[in-house]
C-alpha cells in the first residue's frame, strides 16, 4: 500500500529563515510526487510536482529515491509563505487518485 | 487556470435524508473526477474514482451504496450521500482532472461541508 508521511504537524520559522518540509513515502512503483498548498480559506492548489524539476515561489523539492523522500525547501522564508502544506503520492500515469500527506502547518513569524 | 466549483459549499440535513454534491469543471472537459474526503484536522482522503460515462470506482472501505457517484458528462460529477448519519459529517472536496503544461494535472474544488444532525 501507498503511504505518504509528514512528521511534522505545525513548523515555526521566522522571516528570512530557511525552510524546510518533510515528506517521505512508502511505494512499491515509481511514483509521482507532488506538493500541494492551501492558503487560509482558499482551496488546495498545486505548488510542484517532482516530474518537471520547477522552482514554484521560489520553492524546490528533490526526489531522493534512495531515502524515498520529497522534501520541500525554502532558503528564505516570507510571511506569505504561511499556509497549509500537503505532500501527495500518484502511481504512474496520471489517472489515479492522490494520496495525501496529513500536512505540515507552516508559519513565518514576522 | 481550469477552475472547479462545488454546490453548494455547505449543507446541513437530518438523519436518514440523502444530500446531493455536484463538481463542475467550468472550463475544461474532464474525463475523470475524484472524490475526496476530509476531517477536521485531518488529511484528504481519496474515496472514489469518477470516469465519465461509466462506473465509480471505489477506494477500500468506502461503501459504494452509501456514496453515490454519477459523472454523466465532460463537465459533470455528483456525489450523493444516501440515508446520511452524524458520522457522514465531513469536508467533501472534489477534484477534476485536467492537462496543463503536457501534465495530467488536478484541479480542486473549494468543497462541501456537511453536517448532518
Known amino acids: 500500500a501507498q503511504r505518504v508521511t509528514q512528521p511534522e504537524k505545525l513548523l515555526s520559522v521566522f522571516k528570512g529563515a530557511p525552510v524546510e518540509l518533510k515528506c517521505n513515502y512508502s511505494?512499491?512503483?515509481?511514483?509521482?510526487l507532488f506538493w500541494y498548498v492551501q492558503y487560509s480559506r482558499q482551496r488546495l492548489q498545486l505548488l510542484l510536482r517532482?516530474?518537471s524539476r520547477e522552482s514554484i515561489k521560489g520553492f524546490t523539492a528533490d526526489l531522493n529515491k534512495g531515502e524515498t523522500s520529497f522534501h520541500l525547501k525554502k532558503p528564505f522564508a516570507q510571511e506569505e509563505d504561511s499556509a497549509m502544506y500537503y505532500c501527495a503520492l500518484r502511481s504512474g500515469g496520471g489517472a489515479d487518485g492522490l494520496t495525501f500527506g496529513k500536512g505540515t502547518h507552516l508559519i513565518i513569524q514576522p | 487556470g481550469a477552475v472547479v466549483s462545488q454546490h453548494p459549499s455547505w449543507v446541513i440535513c437530518k438523519s436518514g435524508t440523502s444530500v446531493k454534491i455536484e463538481c463542475r469543471s467550468l472550463?475544461?472537459?474532464?474525463?475523470?473526477m475524484f472524490w475526496y474526503r476530509q476531517f477536521p484536522k485531518q488529511s484528504l482522503m481519496l474515496m472514489a474514482t469518477s470516469n465519465e460515462g461509466s462506473k465509480a470506482t471505489y477506494e477500500q472501505g468506502v461503501e459504494k451504496d452509501k456514496f453515490l457517484i454519477n459523472h454523466a458528462s465532460l463537465t459533470l460529477s455528483t456525489l450523493t450521500v444516501t440515508s446520511a448519519h452524524p458520522e457522514d459529517s465531513s469536508f467533501y472536496i472534489c477534484s477534476a482532472s485536467g492537462r496543463t503544461g503536457g501534465y495530467n494535472e488536478q484541479f480542486f474544488g473549494p468543497g462541501t461541508r456537511l453536517t448532518v444532525l
Open positions: 511505494y512499491s512503483g515509481s511514483p509521482e
Open positions: 517532482h516530474i
Open positions: 472550463d475544461f472537459q474532464a474525463t475523470t
